[in-house]
């Protein structure tokens, strides 16, 4: 610290002991040093007691209905997640789930989770084929004359032997 | 039943009290009661009338949304006045942000202009009305730059230590120490001018 602001810090009270002695000898014999203290304890002198006295502008009613306002509008704002109803709660690992699948959706491409493919032959054989490795079946469905579809071959595997 | 609460005799700790258990119209007197204080510093270091006004109310609402934290360590107007001043430093550091700083600006940061000033030999002060005093300092802290300006202000009106400064002020006490050394060397120097001025 340089002897300036060890001057202004003895004015301020923030000089410890020893080095208020120190100053104080310097003081006794430097008289430029010795004035510059003056004129610090002047402007402080002057400053003191001195902040600017203002009124507001404003009545009362309003510079306050802003404020009231401001805290109304703030508290509202903190209140709305409040204002859910409480059972709501129990909906979001539902929303986190459904998200999930409709994301799963995207990847595989519109393909069901399960490994199930619904396959259209060429369209002069008239059939449709439904293949599930989920299920562990396939089933073909085949067009008549009439045009009406219905299933031909299914294989299915572990499926109980009752008509044997 | 607990009688109402007469809110124009009440003792701020009282209204603080009150204000703290959700009552507006204790608060609405503790605004009434220390407005005029709390803008006043605004304005002081905004040196704008229309600022002074947003950030006092701005002040205002940030107290009743932190009126729990108020444990009582200090009295109710400081502990305001300690966040209407936090509001302006904000806002003076934004706009600082945003403006280019003169060649004089940055000589004040940079220190060691005052140390070029000639020392004044006589009380620029002296035999002065206090009214008319209060004006030059006035007219003089306007043309301070903010940082100056505010250190000024934390000391003398707030009566804040190096210390406390340079934790609101975010900076180091050398810097606190610093900056109050030019302020204090600058304010001489243009109440001196002033004062030469009223002579002639």
């Given at each position: 610290m340089n002897t300036e602001l060890k001057l202004q810090a003895l004015l301020d009270g923030e000089l410890e002991t020893r080095e208020v002695r120190e100053l104080e000898a310097l003081l006794a014999?430097?008289?430029?040093?010795?004035?510059?203290?003056?004129?610090?304890?002047?402007?402080?002198?002057?400053?003191?007691?001195?902040?600017?006295?203002?009124?507001?502008?404003?009545?009362?009613d309003f510079y306050w209905s802003k404020i009231a306002r401001e805290i109304e509008t703030a508290e509202k704002n903190a209140a709305v997640p409040a204002e859910r109803p409480w059972w709501i709660q129990y909906f979001y690992p539902a929303t986190g789930l459904a998200a999930m699948v409709a994301l799963m959706f995207v990847i595989s491409g519109g393909r069901d989770t399960d490994g199930a493919n619904t396959e259209s032959v060429p369209e002069d054989v008239n059939a449709v084929s439904f293949r599930s490795d989920a299920q562990e079946m396939s089933v073909v469905y085949v067009a008549d004359e009439q045009g009406k579809i219905s299933p031909v071959g299914q294989e299915a595997k572990n499926e109980p032997e009752t008509d044997k | 039943m607990p009688t109402p609460m007469d809110h124009k005799s009440a003792t701020d700790v009282e209204l603080v009290a009150a204000s703290q258990a959700g009552d507006m119209l204790a608060f609405e007197e503790l605004v009434a009661r220390h407005r005029d204080k709390i803008y006043a510093r605004a304005f002081s270091m905004m040196r704008n009338e229309e600022e002074a006004i947003d950030l006092s109310q701005e002040a205002w609402v940030k107290a009743w949304q932190r009126l729990k934290q108020f444990q009582g360590d200090s009295s109710f107007a400081t502990w305001m006045t300690r966040i209407v001043i936090n509001l302006c430093l904000d806002q003076l550091r934004r706009q600082k942000r945003t403006r280019a700083e003169s060649i004089e600006q940055l000589d004040e940061e940079l220190g060691g202009v005052e140390r070029q000033m000639p020392v004044i030999a006589t009380n620029p002060s002296e035999g002065l009305e206090r009214s008319e005093l209060r004006k030059r300092i006035d007219k003089a802290m306007n043309q301070l730059s903010y940082e100056h300006r505010t250190?000024?202000?934390?000391?003398e009106f707030e009566e804040m230590e190096y210390k406390q400064i340079a934790k609101v002020m975010n900076c180091s006490i050398g810097t606190v120490m610093s900056r109050l050394f030019y302020a204090r060397r600058r304010l001489a120097s243009l109440l001196q001018s002033l004062k030469k001025e009223q002579q002639s």
């Amino acid at each position: 610290m340089n002897t300036e602001l060890k001057l202004q810090a003895l004015l301020d009270g923030e000089l410890e002991t020893r080095e208020v002695r120190e100053l104080e000898a310097l003081l006794a014999k430097d008289t430029q040093q010795a004035a510059l203290l003056q004129e610090l304890k002047w402007t402080k002198a002057a400053v003191a007691g001195n902040d600017v006295a203002l009124s507001l502008p404003e009545t009362r009613d309003f510079y306050w209905s802003k404020i009231a306002r401001e805290i109304e509008t703030a508290e509202k704002n903190a209140a709305v997640p409040a204002e859910r109803p409480w059972w709501i709660q129990y909906f979001y690992p539902a929303t986190g789930l459904a998200a999930m699948v409709a994301l799963m959706f995207v990847i595989s491409g519109g393909r069901d989770t399960d490994g199930a493919n619904t396959e259209s032959v060429p369209e002069d054989v008239n059939a449709v084929s439904f293949r599930s490795d989920a299920q562990e079946m396939s089933v073909v469905y085949v067009a008549d004359e009439q045009g009406k579809i219905s299933p031909v071959g299914q294989e299915a595997k572990n499926e109980p032997e009752t008509d044997k | 039943m607990p009688t109402p609460m007469d809110h124009k005799s009440a003792t701020d700790v009282e209204l603080v009290a009150a204000s703290q258990a959700g009552d507006m119209l204790a608060f609405e007197e503790l605004v009434a009661r220390h407005r005029d204080k709390i803008y006043a510093r605004a304005f002081s270091m905004m040196r704008n009338e229309e600022e002074a006004i947003d950030l006092s109310q701005e002040a205002w609402v940030k107290a009743w949304q932190r009126l729990k934290q108020f444990q009582g360590d200090s009295s109710f107007a400081t502990w305001m006045t300690r966040i209407v001043i936090n509001l302006c430093l904000d806002q003076l550091r934004r706009q600082k942000r945003t403006r280019a700083e003169s060649i004089e600006q940055l000589d004040e940061e940079l220190g060691g202009v005052e140390r070029q000033m000639p020392v004044i030999a006589t009380n620029p002060s002296e035999g002065l009305e206090r009214s008319e005093l209060r004006k030059r300092i006035d007219k003089a802290m306007n043309q301070l730059s903010y940082e100056h300006r505010t250190v000024l202000i934390l000391h003398e009106f707030e009566e804040m230590e190096y210390k406390q400064i340079a934790k609101v002020m975010n900076c180091s006490i050398g810097t606190v120490m610093s900056r109050l050394f030019y302020a204090r060397r600058r304010l001489a120097s243009l109440l001196q001018s002033l004062k030469k001025e009223q002579q002639s």
